[in-house]
């Protein structure tokens, strides 16, 4: 049943795109559950790695899905399960962009965006917190998010690449030493 | 013609779009594309407003789908029309997708490399700092003009980030809540 492979990729990743909402772990658990136990695309240990590759590699971690359908079908999957994924919700994101940007000239668009606004700052600092405690993270991993917190907030014209990688430069250094 | 791209924001071309989410896809290393895109587009183009730019992100994060992707959709289409979209979305997701699988197939080699873990948690840890600190200048940028927004913006973070309760349902609320604030003060 090997030509099925896409049609799969499909039904699984086209309803995730629609309907896991706000992102994140739960999104994750919906994959691996398909991925592993209900398609046998990837082992469990194929997929940890898969994730902690996602995680590290530059792009969104919804790319997890590429590896997906790469380990599925090979570049073929890859494409499809990314397609299945993002077009989705993107095409709905796109109207609802639409409907919200005509607005644009009203005075009340203004004021819905003024009053939308700290909801997305709230959420900004959430998730730093929720993923520094999600990441089994050490007072050492704690300590370098602070430092570069400080940095970025003092600097903000700096190179980000400078920071992130002076980051992981020191981390490694003080692995090598302790 | 009754687009709703930004009038001042026109002479934003194509091949800029382009090349900021290509380099906004490539370079976030360890996560934090919100931020990097809040810094190329907000911090140093004003292409959008601070207010712009969050609303469409708590836009991007009630909406089903990925919010980096969401809020790139916005940003392209607010720029250059549908077709800045297509190439926002694309852009961020395209390059990085080839390098993904590229890293995957080399994954057991690196793997082996103990420094290299290291190396890219400390990136991680950095990367999260980062996205903090984005929260944090806006914080700023909205307490500046008003006091009401600090409220809102704990409430957010204890219920989401201490409290874990799920995302959609506070961000409905608590945008609700914005939306009746803001419409009052005027």
């Known amino acids: 049943m090997r030509d099925n492979v896409y049609l799969q990729l499909i039904t699984v990743f086209v309803p995730i795109s629609l309907l896991s909402l706000g992102g994140g772990q739960r ?8 991925a592993v136990a209900i398609h046998g695309w990837v082992t469990q240990a194929d997929f940890v790695d898969l994730f902690a590759i996602s995680k590290a590699a530059p792009g969104p971690g919804t790319l ?20 299945a994924l993002f077009v989705p919700s993107s095409v709905l994101t796109y109207g609802a962009t639409l409907a919200w940007a005509r607005h644009d000239q009203h005075a009340w668009h203004r004021t819905a965006a003024r009053g939308l606004a700290p909801v997305a700052t709230g959420l900004i600092l959430a998730s730093a917190f929720s993923v520094l405690r999600l990441s089994s993270a050490t007072w050492m991993v704690w300590g370098l998010a602070a430092i570069a917190l400080v940095v970025f907030v003092a600097r903000p014209k700096m190179n980000p690449l400078t920071v992130l990688f002076a980051a992981g430069l020191l981390y490694a250094g003080l692995g090598v030493m302790f | 013609m009754q687009t709703g791209a930004r009038r001042d924001a026109t002479d934003v071309s194509l091949l800029q779009i382009l090349l900021l989410f290509t380099g906004v896809g490539l370079r976030s290393f360890g996560g934090g594309l919100s931020a990097w895109i809040y810094r190329e587009v907000v911090a140093r183009r004003g ?4 207010s712009e730019f969050l609303g469409a992100l708590t836009l991007g ?7 980096v992707v969401n809020l790139s959709i916005y940003v392209g289409y607010r720029t250059k029309g549908a077709i800045g979209g297509v190439v926002a979305v694309s852009s961020l997701l395209v390059p990085p997708m080839v390098m993904i699988v590229m890293v995957a197939t080399v994954f057991h080699q690196l793997a082996q490399l103990v420094w290299l873990h290291r190396f890219l948690e400390g990136v991680a840890a950095a ?17 500046a003009e008003q006091r009401w927004p600090l409220l809102l913006i704990v409430a957010v973070f204890v219920a989401v980030g201490v409290m874990r309760l799920p995302l959609v349902p506070v961000a409905i609320v608590a945008g609700a809540v914005g939306l009746i604030i803001a419409s009052r003060r005027g």
């Not at chain 1, 999104?27 to 398909?34: A, E, F, K, R």
């Not at chain 1, 899905?65 to 494409?79: E, N, R």
């Open chain 1, 27 to 34: 999104i994750v658990t919906d994959i691996n559950q398909q």
């Open chain 2, 61 to 67: 994060q009630i909406l089903p789908g990925s919010n």
């Open chain 2, 47 to 50: 292409w959008l407003k601070d």
């Open chain 2, 127 to 143: 990367a999260i700092g980062m996205t903090a600190s984005v929260g944090f200048r806006t914080a700023r940028a909205l307490l």
């Open chain 1, 64 to 83: 997890l899905t590429t590896l997906i359908g790469w380990k599925a079908s090979g570049w073929p999957g890859a494409v499809v399960a990314s397609l």
